[in-house]
């Protein structure tokens, strides 16, 4: 059972545009995901509150979807001014705990990481310098409570249940109500746009590592047995049509997956050139993301057995077997 629902859609600088921001009335403010830390978002969400004459100070709950900054940015300022409780998946703890930190030990990654995927050098030093610039868009949140996979959450009168859905982040959650068969889903599901696996820090491409992609279509199947109306999702419209939704996420990888099997049956590739070959001509600014998507696809076909990867000179190399 949840009170009323307000969504709040909150100006951000990333290329994803504005996030929604969900506030729930109750005996108190419970407010799901909260926007980044720029005075932009803080007057977005202060107007939004005023129309609603509520006030930050009266939020006594903060739910976070996942640890990007875009959805959590603000939670330290706001939890300063209100004393209210953070909410977040412990899979996601580090990240926002230590924002800066995380920041930096991701660009640590991504410097060591990315050479083997063959982009070159000076684009890699380019784009680590303008996502430092991002260092001031989430505040640290240290002292937040922990969720985890099936917990009923009950605060001041609105009760929602936890679902762990990895793919996104290793934290990444939706928030159930069964009375409402209500889904907040964060980005784990959105209307136009196919959620990104992004890269989590990894030592080793071969080692133990989170892949985002493979996980997520498992998450994708937890959802299914849920009864759902309605799905509120982090960024764009509401989605009133979950299966089609579902079966449209599925479609996409599935054709995405087999042209770059296509290609992988032509030659060996480097992970850069199979990049090129799926998304030729793409803005610069969406390298890396294409990039993420392809190893997601990479990992996806590499389970399935259709392909295998190598490591030589310092490149990974992917053909089909
Ligand atoms: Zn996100
Ligand atoms: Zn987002």
Redesign the pocket.
């Known amino acids: 059972m949840v009170g009323r629902v307000h969504r709040l859609e909150i100006p951000?600088p990333?290329p994803?545009g504005p996030?929604n921001l969900y506030l729930i009335e109750g005996r108190e403010l419970t407010l799901i995901d909260t926007g980044p830390n720029t005075p932009e978002a803080l007057d977005g969400l202060s107007q939004g509150l005023r129309g609603l004459g509520a006030t930050v100070d009266q939020i006594r709950h903060i739910i976070i979807t996942?640890g990007?900054a875009?959805?959590y940015g603000l939670a330290g300022r706001i939890a300063a001014e209100s004393g209210a409780l953070v909410w977040v998946h412990q899979g996601d703890r580090d990240m926002i705990q230590d924002y800066p930190l995380a920041l930096h030990a991701w660009l640590d990654f991504l410097r060591s990481f990315l050479p083997e995927t063959g982009l070159e050098q000076s684009w890699i030093e380019r784009f680590c310098r303008s996502i430092e610039k991002r260092e001031g868009c989430a505040t640290p949140v240290p002292a937040a409570r922990l969720l985890h996979d099936g917990q009923r959450l009950e605060l001041n009168g609105t009760v929602l249940t936890v679902i762990h859905t990895p793919g996104?982040s290793p934290g990444s959650i939706c928030l159930y109500s069964g009375a409402e068969q209500l889904l907040f889903a964060?980005?784990h599901l959105l209307k136009t746009i196919t959620p990104n696996p992004i890269l989590q820090a990894f030592p080793d491409f071969f080692g133990i590592r989170f892949q985002g992609l493979v996980h997520y279509f498992d998450s994708l199947k937890k959802l299914e047995p849920f009864p759902i109306a309605r799905i509120l999702p982090?960024?764009g419209e509401e989605i009133t049509d979950r299966d089609t939704r579902l079966r449209e996420i599925r479609e996409h990888s599935e054709k995405r997956k087999a042209r770059l099997l296509d290609l992988l049956k032509q030659r060996e590739l480097t992970i850069m050139q199979a990049k090129e070959g799926l998304f030729p001509n793409l803005p610069d600014g969406q390298t890396l993301l294409a990039l993420f998507d392809v190893i997601g696809h990479l990992d996806l076909l590499q389970r399935e057995g259709a392909i295998r990867i190598e490591r030589r000179g310092g490149l990974l190399f992917a053909k089909a077997t």
């Open positions: 951000t990333f994803v996030v996942h990007h875009d959805h996104h964060g980005d982090g960024h």
